[in-house]
Nanobody, 115 residues
Framework: QVQLVESGGGLVQPGGSQRLSCAVSGFTVSSYTMSWYRQAPGKERELVAVITSTGGSTNYADSVKGRFTISRDNAKNTVYLQMNSLKPEDTAVYYC????????WGKGTQVTVSL
């Protein structure tokens, strides 16, 4: 059974850091293109970062480039999103997505950036 379980969300102050995890079961993360999306209240879900299955190339939304880093640990079958220099506008529910022949989504983890 395929499962994507996000964790690591919570409340963080502006300028702080946080690391999100997406633990995967049912397939190997290295064989799927893995990505992080986020959805803020009243806004559409947007792509934040992606890491490809072949070669592990990464790409980022302009709004997070230079601050966020996506990575994967094949041994732990987990994908991470390291978020630095967080801003209030980064507040959102963050979702993990996997795509190969079909797509899978996690249920999300809330990140709140506030004093």
């Amino acid at each position: 059974q395929v499962q994507l379980v996000e964790s690591g969300g919570g409340l963080v102050q502006p300028g702080g850091s946080q690391r999100l995890s997406c633990a995967v079961s049912g397939f190997t993360v290295s064989s799927y293109t893995m990505s992080w999306y986020r959805q803020a209240p009243g806004k559409e879900r947007e792509l934040v970062a992606v890491i490809t299955s072949t070669g592990g190339s990464t790409n980022y939304a302009d709004s997070v480039k230079g601050r966020f880093t996506i990575s994967r640990d094949n041994a732990k079958n987990t994908v991470y999103l390291q978020m630095n220099s967080l801003k209030p506008e980064d507040t959102a529910v963050y979702y993990c997505r996997a795509v190969r022949y079909r797509e899978y989504w996690g249920k999300g983890t809330q990140v709140t950036v506030s004093l």
